[in-house]
Antibody, heavy 115, light 107 residues
Framework: EVQVVESGGGLIQPGGSLRLSCAVSGFTVSKNYMNWVRQAPGKGLEWVSL???????YYADSVKGRFTVSRDNSNDAVYLQMNSLRGEDTAVYYC?????????WGQGTLVTVSA | EIVLTQSPGTLSLSPGERATLSCRASQSVMSGFLAWYQQKPGQAPRLLIY???SRATGIPDRFSGSGSGTDFTLTISRLEPEDFAVYYCQQYGTSSTFGQGTKVEIK
């Protein structure tokens, strides 16, 4: 059974940095595709990033240059480093598996960007 | 960017009724690369349909998807109490975008 667990969210001031973690079990991160998807409070879903099995990552324009994904293959974990955070980055961040559509999701971790 | 517009915004129905949800794309979705998700309050989305009409593992057959090009439909043949939720469509043919969601509420 595939399980996905995010952590690392919290309250951060505008301009600050935060790193989210995504731990996966029942699934080999290095051989598959991993995504970050976010959802602002009371709003819809927004795709953030897709990491291929070879480690290449694509980003949404809204986060390009500010967010970076990395992986720890030995621990089947993925990380989202978020820099220069803005109020509009406030959201629940989900980690999800899948190349095109997203078949397994974590429960999400809330990031609040506020002074 | 492909914009997905879902309608209606809210659908008020009774258990046992049929639900028809629409997702319209601003341009043709490549190869029918469209998915549907269900989301309940406080929970992560759950994949229902991919490839416009293929049910994901474990999804009951009362859920069906159809459509191509720019017009797609999710149909729930007979609503069960657990089906009242928000539904999102997603296109993954050109990058990835979601619709704004349709809430299916109990009438």
């Amino acid at each position: 059974e595939v399980q996905v667990v995010e952590s690392g969210g919290g309250l951060i001031q505008p301009g600050g940095s935060l790193r989210l973690s995504c731990a996966v079990s029942g699934f080999t991160v290095s051989k598959n595709y991993m995504n970050w998807v976010r959802q602002a409070p009371g709003k819809g879903l927004e795709w953030v990033s897709l990491t291929y099995s070879d480690g290449v990552t694509y980003y949404a324009d809204s986060v390009k240059g500010r967010f970076t994904v990395s992986r720890d293959n030995s621990n089947d974990a993925v990380y989202l480093q978020m820099n220069s955070l803005r109020g509009e980055d406030t959201a629940v961040y989900y980690c999800a598996t899948g190349r095109r559509y997203f078949d397994f999701w974590g429960q999400g971790t809330l990031v609040t960007v506020s002074a | 960017e492909i914009v997905l517009t879902q309608s209606p915004g809210t659908l008020s129905l009774s258990p046992g009724e049929r639900a028809t949800l629409s997702c319209r794309a601003s341009q043709s979705v490549m190869s029918g690369f469209l998915a549907w998700y269900q989301q309940k309050p406080g929970q992560a989305p759950r994949l229902l349909i991919y490839g416009a009409s293929s049910r994901a593992t474990g999804i009951p057959d009362r859920f069906s998807g159809s459509g191509s090009g720019t017009d797609f439909t999710l149909t729930i043949s007979r609503l069960e109490p657990e089906d009242f939720a928000v539904y999102y469509c997603q296109q993954y043919g050109t990058s990835s975008t979601f619709g704004q969601g349709t809430k299916v509420e109990i009438k």
